[in-house]
């Protein structure tokens, strides 16, 4: 379940020109269903923990904030 307000958070990042990315160890299909309730349309789904920590790696090597 989705909290009422996390839709209006990621507008109000999105509107700050901050990309807004979902990181889940949840299957594709939940998560593609939670980040298009929310607003948010990049996905990266069934990840391992390990798999996560990679990810941020590789998005702060090109420069991006993660958090």
Not at 35 to 64: M, R, Y
């Amino acid at each position: 379940m989705v909290k009422s307000e996390a839709a209006l958070s990621v507008w109000a990042l999105q509107k700050m020109g901050i990309r807004v990315v979902l990181l889940t160890g949840d299957n594709a299909r939940t998560a593609e269903a939670t980040a298009k309730q929310v607003g948010i349309t990049e996905v990266f789904a069934e990840v391992l923990p390990n798999q996560k920590q990679l990810k941020i790696e590789q998005l702060q090597d090109l420069s991006f904030r993660v958090l």
